[in-house]
């Protein structure tokens, strides 16, 4: 039944140390989002495939990279996590641009040791 | 850019009516939102108002004046399991980007 799943659920990782994010979907959606979420704050956007386009927010750091190899998976690489990437994950999809409901993931809670 | 303003924390009755009050300064408007966010759990969605005026699915309703930047969540005949957080969201209109820009989120607690 889940839409939007992303692996894995919980991850740790060491300061500086390359981290990958997963995130699938079964709606086949053209829109994958990733969303920052730090905790007690609201959800930041930090960039968005529409296909296979890619949209950067302008303050996302360089930090952070995605991919998108097919219309189901997108991945949040972190090249260099600091303390302060420590937070909630949340892919979301949409089924287009302007579709007025995004369905999200589980997220994933990234800790950085 | 968008600033997006509610109160972090409200306290209700189970039973009773509550109403979530959401302000929004943007440069662009393209539909205001409002989700669900149980603790460790994703963004569920909950309403999407894009004219003026009021829509309503079942004991929740929303409301929006553009005029005004203004929005709320009324909830109705309250339950336990609507204590969560409840994300006011709006979409820019402007140039590609189509994500959304959440505010802070209201905490409801709902006693007994």
């Known amino acids: 039944d889940a839409m939007v799943i992303q692996n894995p659920r919980y991850q740790v990782t060491q300061f500086g140390k390359p981290v990958t994010l997963s995130c699938s979907q079964t709606?086949?959606?053209?829109?994958m989002y990733w969303y920052q979420q730090k905790s007690s704050q609201a959800p930041k956007l930090l960039f968005h495939?529409?296909?296979?386009?890619?949209?950067n927010e302008a303050d996302t750091p360089d930090n952070f990279q995605s991919r998108r190899p097919n219309t189901s998976f997108c991945f949040l690489d972190i090249r260099s996590p600091g303390l302060g990437d420590a937070a909630m994950y949340l892919c979301?999809?949409?089924?287009?641009?302007?579709?007025?409901?995004?369905?999200f993931g589980p997220g994933t809670r990234l800790t950085v040791t | 850019g968008q600033n997006i303003d509610q109160p972090t924390e409200m306290t209700a009755t189970e039973g009773a009516i509550v109403q979530i009050n959401c302000t929004y300064q943007?440069?662009?408007?393209?539909?205001l939102f409002w989700y669900q966010q149980h603790a460790g759990e994703a963004p569920t969605f909950l309403s999407y108002?894009?004219?003026?005026g009021l829509e309503e699915k079942g004991r929740f309703s929303s409301f929006l004046s553009r005029s005004k930047g203004y929005s709320y969540l009324l909830l109705k005949e309250l339950q336990m399991k609507d204590s969560a957080s409840y994300l006011c969201?709006?979409?820019?209109?402007?140039?590609?980007?189509?994500?959304?820009?959440f505010g802070k989120g209201t905490h409801l607690i709902i006693q007994p």
């Open positions: 495939y529409y296909d296979k386009d890619f949209n």
């Open positions: 943007t440069s662009g408007f393209n539909g």
């Open positions: 709606l086949n959606h053209n829109v």
């Open positions: 108002n894009v004219l003026d």
């Open positions: 979301a999809t949409s089924g287009q641009l302007s579709s007025y409901e995004q369905y």
């Open positions: 969201a709006v979409r820019d209109s402007g140039g590609g980007a189509d994500g959304l820009t």
